[in-house]
């Protein structure tokens, strides 16, 4: 089905009498973890974008997430949270660790319809005495889980430096938290937006922005389950208009974003809020599905099951594309 039936919807079926006729399409969405990418799409329930776009989304995150962001000091509220968003034909969620699961561990077989992350742009957070790059060496770097962004991260980030992960450095799984390096579990780790904005507070070092390496990354974004998008693609093709849309509002609205960080991951604290607002300018306004970082992890986790599957396989450009054909990517900048 052409993209172009959602714009006709744009158009046409978002008039306030249209809406009375023809009931919303219901869908709901795994947001993953609590991180700054998915702050566009708090924003556009909050905002009434969703709706405006005809749609009904119900968005949670897990309570395995919601526990990792209070070790952060952040608090989700109870009515987000939900075990069982595997479920969800639509996730937010980084592209990297979506394909080691799908290969390796039987996890939903999602394609990447849009990536608000194309390389990797966390820093590395540290305990007070780490202070440089090279202090890094011969230390505990925490990560989430094997596959997840901040695994794929440090892996790269060792490619880069040239050292070998159990001698130049220790991988410790499941310490990714600020209470990690705290305790003393971890004496690092790759840290995203939220956590670097809370990381002063803590007391903890901000070592290095692995930004500047411009390495390629397949990161958070748009998700759809593959025989689900099958099926519903004018569904998706709304979804990813009403997140576009979303992304440009946080970028041009900072009350906007304000409003959402301190309702949806209670950061009241202007210094926190300015720290996380710093790294808007970064999110792309064309988020093309990240190719090269989908080749790149393909290439990190190499195997003869890995070698199975394609690049291709995992990712689908026509939604994206179809908006810039249209030119509503460039117009919700003028």
Same mark, same amino acid.
């Given at each position: 089905?052409r993209?172009?039936?959602?714009a006709l919807?744009?158009?046409?079926?978002?008039?306030?009498?249209a809406?009375?006729?023809k009931p919303?399409?219901?869908?709901?969405?795994?947001?993953?973890?609590?991180t700054?990418n998915?702050i566009p799409?708090?924003i @556009? !329930?909050? &905002?009434?974008i +969703?709706?405006? /776009?005809?749609?009904?989304v119900?968005?949670?995150?897990?309570r *395995?997430?919601?526990?990792?962001a209070?070790?952060s000091?952040v %608090?989700?509220?109870?009515?987000?949270? =939900?075990q069982?968003?595997?479920r969800?034909?639509? &996730?937010?969620?980084g592209?990297s660790?979506?394909i080691?699961?799908?290969?390796y561990?039987?996890g939903?077989d999602y394609?990447?319809?849009?990536?608000l992350?194309?390389v990797f742009?966390?820093?590395?957070?540290? @305990?007070?005495?780490?202070?440089?790059?090279? *202090?890094?060496?011969?230390? =505990?770097?925490?990560?989430?889980a @094997?596959?997840?962004a /901040?695994h794929?991260?440090l892996?790269?980030?060792?490619r880069?430096?040239?050292w070998t992960?159990? #001698?130049d450095?220790?991988?410790?799984?499941?310490a &990714?938290t600020?209470?990690?390096?705290?305790s003393?579990?971890?004496? !690092?780790?790759? !840290?995203?937006?939220?956590?670097?904005?809370?990381?002063p507070?803590a007391?903890?070092?901000?070592?290095?922005?692995l930004?500047?390496y411009?390495m390629?990354?397949?990161?958070?974004g748009?998700?759809?389950?593959?025989?689900?998008?099958?099926? /519903?693609? &004018?569904?998706?093709?709304c979804?990813?208009?009403?997140?576009?849309?979303?992304?440009?509002?946080?970028k #041009? /609205?900072? !009350?906007?974003f304000d409003a959402?960080?301190?309702k949806?991951m209670?950061?009241?604290?202007?210094?926190?809020?300015?720290?996380?607002?710093?790294?808007?300018?970064?999110?792309? %306004?064309?988020?093309?599905p990240?190719?090269?970082?989908?080749?790149?992890?393909m290439?990190? +986790?190499?195997s003869?099951?890995m070698?199975?599957?394609k690049?291709?396989?995992? +990712? *689908?450009?026509?939604f994206?594309?179809?908006?810039?054909?249209?030119?509503?990517?460039?117009a919700?900048? #003028?």
């Open positions: 089905m993209l172009a039936v959602c919807l744009a158009s046409l079926v978002f008039a306030p009498s809406h009375a006729a919303l399409a219901s869908v709901d969405v795994a947001l993953g973890d609590v700054i998915k799409f708090l @556009a !329930a909050d &905002s009434g +969703y709706q405006s /776009n005809g749609l009904d119900h968005q949670f995150i897990t *395995d997430a919601a526990e990792l209070r070790k000091g %608090v989700v509220p109870p009515e987000m949270v =939900r069982d968003i595997d969800a034909p639509i &996730s937010i969620g592209g660790p979506a080691y699961n799908a290969v561990s039987g939903t394609v990447v319809l849009a990536t992350e194309s742009k966390s820093h590395i957070i540290a @305990a007070p005495r780490i202070r440089t790059v090279e *202090d890094l060496r011969g230390k =505990r770097l925490g990560y989430a @094997a596959g997840r /901040n794929i991260g892996l790269s980030f060792a880069v430096m040239g992960p159990g #001698r450095i220790i991988l410790v799984d499941r &990714s600020i209470a990690d390096i705290k003393g579990r971890a004496d !690092a780790t790759a !840290a995203g937006a939220v956590i670097v904005a809370l990381a507070e007391g903890l070092s901000d070592v290095v922005d930004y500047q411009k390629p990354f397949a990161g958070s748009i998700m759809a389950e593959r025989t689900w998008l099958g099926a /519903n693609r &004018s569904v998706a093709a979804f990813v208009k009403a997140s576009v849309e979303a992304l440009a509002l946080m #041009r /609205n900072r !009350a906007a959402t960080v301190a949806w209670n950061i009241k604290d202007k210094a926190a809020q300015d720290r996380l607002y710093a790294e808007v300018a970064d999110f792309p %306004v064309k988020p093309y990240a190719i090269e970082g989908i080749r790149i992890v290439e990190i +986790y190499d003869p099951e070698r199975e599957r690049a291709e396989d995992f +990712y *689908d450009t026509s994206i594309t179809e908006l810039d054909r249209l030119g509503q990517l460039d919700l900048y #003028r």
